[in-house]
């Protein structure tokens, strides 16, 4: 039987669709040698349903992204199986992952191959599904980070945290830290400063995505020393979100 799945003409849809759209749109259209360029390309594609399923079961072998002028991003590909129909996405921003927590992907949708038609519908359908749910993120962003640093004090080679939160106390010790005799507070020996050092790293990467940081500081009886923030190390995020 004849293999429909790669007989869309993404790049020519792509580029009428993106002339119909409000705004300036560009395209980038991409064909793809193997699957994990396709997986590669589709990572932040922000569904959890029709689309993700596309990517994650079918070899798709193409696709484009339009990028607006305004920042919105759209994933654009065949549907796998109908050859007369095109799947449309959003792109979810670059934001850490706890931005996304308890946010509904604003999932994509399955059009006809009539790209004047596509146009109402991912403005009337998935467009303000999209704006909706970015707004979410981006307040989760903002409020998160500004949540105040846990803060580690230096007491001679040790390190000390006051940590009355149970979820937090549980990461610390996961990593190494252990209580003391003062109440809610856990201590990072310094008997092995490497190990140290990579427990407070371990520790900011888990703590990053919650939207938590680490602070270093020494006790203030010890003037001239100011707070050091830990810069938590590289997170990565898979949306297609392919999951």
Do not use: K
């Amino acid at each position: 039987m004849h293999d429909h799945e790669h007989d869309h003409d993404v790049e020519g849809f792509a580029t009428v669709l993106a002339g119909e759209l409000a705004g300036h749109w560009t395209v980038e259209y991409r064909e793809h040698g193997n699957r994990t360029q396709q997986l590669n390309r589709a990572e932040w594609v922000w569904d959890m349903n029709l689309v993700a399923d596309a990517v994650a079961r079918h070899p798709l072998q193409h696709d484009a992204v339009l990028t607006c002028n305004d920042g919105t991003r759209l994933y654009v590909t065949g549907r796998p199986r109908h050859e007369d129909d095109f799947l449309v996405a959003a792109i979810a921003p670059p934001l850490p992952p706890h931005a996304f927590q308890g946010v509904r992907e604003p999932d994509g949708i399955a059009v006809a191959a009539d790209p004047f038609a596509a146009a109402d519908a991912v403005t009337t359908g998935l467009l303000p599904r999209y704006q909706a749910a970015l707004a979410q993120v981006q307040d989760n962003a903002a409020r998160l980070d500004s949540r105040p640093p846990l803060v580690l004090t230096w007491m001679g080679a040790d390190l000390h945290a006051h940590v009355p939160s149970v979820p937090l106390r549980e990461i610390l010790t996961e990593h190494g830290f252990t209580p003391s005799d003062s109440v809610h507070t856990l201590v990072l020996r310094g008997d092995d400063t490497a190990l140290q050092a990579q427990a407070v790293r371990t520790v900011g990467a888990r703590l990053a995505t919650l939207g938590l940081h680490l602070a270093l500081r020494h006790p203030s009886a010890r003037p001239g020393l100011d707070t050091t923030t830990v810069a938590p190390a590289q997170q990565s995020r898979s949306s297609t979100r392919v999951r």
